[in-house]
């Protein structure tokens, strides 16, 4: 039986700031008959600096709330971070939910990579989870892999995209540890581990010191989300949803202006 939009459950997208608009972005283009409920713990933000028990405690205690309130039909984790610590613990706490998470694209760069030689650009907690390492013992044990923790750009593009003006030099300085050289190969895939990177993807085609694949997962993400949900190609797009919800309660004139440009009330 084919869904109608009184019917339809919203998709809920969560992230620790506005990186999971990257997801957004293709998962409307996939499902453009579905509704979604974007969700930036913006009072949490930035997830790097925090304790991780005490991290994972605050996803848990946030989804119990989301979960009760707005009832999605699938939740998009859009966030490394979030995910690779908290993912098992949500879907244990929440079996009646479907959870699609987002972990380092380790698997598709081992796979495309000529030269072997992979980076993981990622934020400090993506790069010290065990997760992280598994997925390289899985996957990417024929390749050097090294992973580089960035403290300062997950800030840097919020930033940017709220239209502040960026230093190239202060980017330079997060992405350079990406590029090896070794035995006259060098790095020709960098992933981006985390959904903020994708919004500065121009700027780092500009500074690389040669041409690398940027690996966005943010259309596989999408993509698996449409895997698990019923088709609805006669769905009406419902006007009830589409809107942000930022746990500080008071985003900024150009956080609010910035989610109206994705189609979201704020």
């Known amino acids: 039986m084919t869904a109608t939009a009184n019917e339809q459950k919203p998709i809920l997208v969560f992230d620790s700031g506005i990186g999971g608009l990257t997801v957004l972005r293709e998962a409307r283009v996939l499902m453009p008959e579905r509704g979604f409920i974007y969700v930036a713990d913006d009072a949490g933000f930035p997830y790097g600096g925090w304790e991780e028990q005490a991290l994972r405690e605050r996803i848990i205690g946030l989804f119990a709330k989301l979960l009760m309130e707005h009832n999605p039909e699938v939740c998009i984790i859009a966030c490394n971070t979030a995910f ?3 993912g098992a613990d949500l ?3 929440f079996p009646q939910m479907t ?3 987002t972990v380092p694209a380790i698997k ?3 796979e495309r990579t000529r030269s072997g030689l992979v980076s993981v650009l990622a934020t400090p907690g993506t790069v010290k989870r065990a997760y992280t390492r598994d997925l390289i013992q899985s996957f990417a044990t024929q390749c050097h892999v090294r992973l580089v923790g960035s403290e300062n750009l997950a800030r840097m593009a919020e ?3 709220r239209g502040d003006a960026v230093s190239d030099d202060a980017v330079r300085s997060e992405i350079d540890q990406c590029f090896v050289e070794k035995e006259g190969r060098k790095t020709d895939i960098v992933v ?3 959904t903020h990177y994708p919004f500065m993807a121009n700027i780092f085609r500009r500074l690389a010191p040669w041409p690398v694949d940027w690996l966005d997962p ?8 449409r895997s698990l949900l019923p088709q609805a190609v006669d769905a009406i797009h419902p006007d009830n949803f589409d809107f942000a919800v930022f746990t500080s309660g008071a985003p900024d004139f150009p ?6 440009g994705f189609g979201l009330k704020a």
Do not use: S
């Not at 943010?218 to 989300?225: L, N, Q, V």
């Open 218 to 225: 943010a259309e596989a993400i999408a993509r698996r989300a």
């Open 255 to 260: 956080t609010r202006r910035l989610m109206q």
């Open 91 to 93: 879907r244990a706490a």
């Open 192 to 194: 981006l581990a985390c």
């Open 84 to 86: 690779t610590l908290a």
């Open 99 to 101: 959870f699609v998470g």
């Open 108 to 110: 598709p760069a081992a």
């Open 159 to 161: 930033a940017y995209i």
